[in-house]
């Protein structure tokens, strides 16, 4: 079956502390894998996305195909990075999307 | 371009009673996915529609429904509604070639009573 763990329901970090939010998939397939997040009051946007290899705000995330991992990372925390989190991987050559539970990060002054 | 739009945004309706929501997407997509979140189930793939067909299904019972117009729109349906289906939905559209970024809707809000 296909899966998506986001272990963390809340991180909770200081402004400049580095952030690692966890994302493990089960899936069959090479699935494309995407980070989604929500600031409060705005609609869920696209983050990153694996195949593109860009880094977003600071953000980066890097596939482990041997773990089934795609964390999402960032060396130094703003405020305006808190935020909801989720995880997706795409089922190839659809418009569908599996997503993690969501990790609520929240950064403190 | 305009942005992915949802009507209603508020929906308040009965138990037993059936309900459509519609969603236009971004000009030139043509496809369109729908999902529904709740705190306990988190965001869960309803089904998704390109050209008019759809073309994926998540796990939802047949109370379930939608289509998709020539024009890209899309419309799901519920009927028979039950309080467990108190959700928000949302719809997101893409190009629809092979795992394209999906960009979301506000979702409509509904509320079964």
């Known amino acids: 079956a296909q899966r998506v763990t986001q272990p963390e329901k809340l991180l909770s970090v200081f402004k400049g502390a580095p952030v690692e939010l966890k994302c493990n998939y089960s899936y069959s397939g090479s699935p494309e894998l995407f980070w989604y997040v929500q600031y409060s009051r705005q609609r869920l946007q696209l983050l990153l996305r694996?195949?593109s290899r860009e880094s977003i705000k600071g953000f980066t995330a890097d596939l482990n195909k041997g773990e089934t991992s795609f964390h999402l990372k960032k060396p130094f925390a703003q405020e305006e990075d808190s935020a909801m989190y989720y995880c997706a991987p795409g089922s190839g050559n659809t418009g569908k999307l599996i997503f993690g539970q969501g990790t609520t990060l929240q950064v403190k002054p | 371009k305009a942005g992915v739009t949802q009507t209603p945004r508020y929906l308040i309706k009965t138990r037993g009673q059936q309900v459509t929501l519609s969603c236009s997407p971004i000009s030139g997509h043509r496809s369109v996915s729908w999902y529904q979140q709740t705190p306990g189930q988190g965001l869960q793939f309803l089904f998704e529609?390109?050209?008019?067909?759809?073309?994926n299904k998540g796990n939802f019972p047949g109370r379930f429904s939608g289509r998709q117009f020539s024009n890209s729109r899309s419309e799901m349906n519920v009927s028979t509604l039950e309080l467990g289906d108190s959700a928000l939905y949302l719809c997101?559209?893409?190009?629809?070639?092979?795992?394209?970024?999906?960009?979301f809707g506000p979702g409509t809000r509904l509320t079964v009573l």
């Open positions: 694996h195949i």
């Open positions: 529609y390109f050209s008019e067909t759809q073309r």
């Open positions: 997101a559209s893409s190009q629809g070639q092979g795992t394209d970024t999906q960009y």
